[in-house]
């Protein structure tokens, strides 16, 4: 049975305000392995989250999927909800389980948080990504908006403003690019309007490190329920390779 836990992100403000908290759940399973997802700017850990961690318990991970602070159960605005706020947040997200080593799934923005992690965690083992922000200009609509008006808001009522653009810019991709050493998957559907597939076929040039790259003919940004069990297959096939890997393996571009 999943379990909710609640985690801590930082001192009380006041004597009166408890410390702002995030909200994971973890799909335990028989096993060490661990793996942690990371939801996109918008989304939260509901819906396809929790069928991705059913599959890794099948996979033998004991799974946990979160809010990062402004989006779901977790406190916290929507609006401080930057780059380094989520990779604040999923460090004490990982911190609280305190595996010894662990995996990442990043979906979207959270594939930003994922990559970036990667990078500088030395527990992290292997990365996938499904459709990663991997460049700033994926933004550069909203960026405008923020420039010429303060902020951009979402049909949903939730905005940004210049701090979400003044951290993307202080964590740019080629951070990546100079530290990322573990295995990385990238998964991108062929007919993604959010986020340009061309992105993903770049990033994997630049990466210095074994490199999975899949196109999905005919899946968009949101993949369909047949093209999520696909990739999901491939994706925990290709982590199962990694735990099994032969030294001096290579990237691979398909």
């Known amino acids: 049975m999943p379990e909710r836990h609640v985690v801590p992100i930082g001192s009380a403000a006041t004597k009166t305000t408890a410390a702002p908290e995030l909200v994971a759940v973890c799909h ?5 392995d661990w793996l942690f997802f990371c939801h996109g700017l918008r989304s939260n850990k509901s819906g396809s989250y929790e069928h991705r961690c059913r599959r890794a318990v099948e996979s033998g991970y004991n799974a946990v999927r979160f809010d990062s602070r402004g989006c ?10 930057t780059l380094e706020a ?9 911190d609280h389980f305190d595996p010894g080593t662990y995996a990442l799934f990043g979906s979207s923005f959270g594939g930003a948080v994922a990559l970036h992690t990667a990078a500088m965690d030395e527990r ?21 908006t923020v420039e010429r008006e303060g902020e951009a808001t979402f049909d949903t009522g939730e905005r940004i403003d210049h701090r979400f653009f003044d951290d993307l810019d202080r964590h740019p991709f080629s951070d990546v690019v100079g ?12 007919s993604d309007d959010v986020i340009d597939p061309a992105d993903s076929f770049d990033a994997a040039r630049r990466l210095e490190t074994d ?7 005919g899946e968009s940004h949101r993949f369909s329920r047949a093209g999520e069990d696909r990739l999901l297959e491939r994706a925990f ?13 290579g990237s691979t571009i398909r």
């Not at 335990?28 to 060490?32: G, N, Q, R």
């Not at 490199?211 to 003919?217: G, T």
């Open 237 to 249: 096939g290709w982590l199962e390779w990694v735990r099994r890997r032969p030294e001096g393996s």
């Open 179 to 190: 530290r990322l050493s573990v295995p990385t998957a990238i998964f991108h559907g062929g």
């Open 28 to 32: 335990e399973a028989e096993s060490d």
């Open 124 to 144: 992290v083992e292997a990365v996938v990504t499904r459709a990663p922000v991997t460049t700033a200009e994926t933004f550069d609509e909203y960026r405008g």
């Open 86 to 94: 989520r990779l604040i947040d999923l460090r004490h997200v990982v």
């Open 72 to 81: 779901g159960e977790s406190d916290g605005a929507f609006v401080e909800s």
């Open 211 to 217: 490199v999975l790259l899949e196109r999905f003919a």
